[in-house]
């Protein structure tokens, strides 16, 4: 069956960074885009960022462009979110998801940003 297993978060401070990983089986990962997507407390799931095997492409929310690089290794069935100069607004359950609206997702990391 499908398995999505996030890791990486944890507690930091404004500025600093985090590496989120998703590890997924039970599906031919490199078939498949891949979405990283948040919920922060009392809040709908919030789209972050997407990476396509097909011609690599990648795409972020307004909200992280330019802090945030999401990557992929087909050859690990790997997906990853590196998180730069993280704000608090940032402070969020991670999912990593095989759709847009993170229906399809894991169970998540915690990422939370304060002084």
């Known amino acids: 069956q499908v398995q999505l297993v996030e890791s990486g978060g944890g507690s930091v401070q404004p500025g600093g960074s985090l590496r989120l990983s998703c590890e997924a089986s039970?599906?031919?990962?490199?078939?498949?885009?891949m979405y990283w997507v948040r919920q922060a407390p009392g809040k709908g799931i919030e789209w972050v960022s997407s990476?396509?095997?097909?011609?690599?492409?990648?795409y972020y929310a307004e909200s992280v462009k330019g802090r945030f690089t999401i990557s992929r290794d087909n050859t690990k069935n790997m997906l990853y979110l590196q998180m730069n100069n993280l704000k608090p607004e940032d402070t969020a359950l991670y999912f990593c998801?095989?759709?847009?609206?993170?229906?399809?997702r894991g169970q998540g990391t915690q990422v939370t940003v304060s002084a």
């Open positions: 990476a396509y095997t097909e011609g690599g492409r990648t």
């Open positions: 039970g599906f031919t990962f490199s078939d498949y885009g």
């Open positions: 998801a095989r759709d847009k609206t993170g229906t399809d």
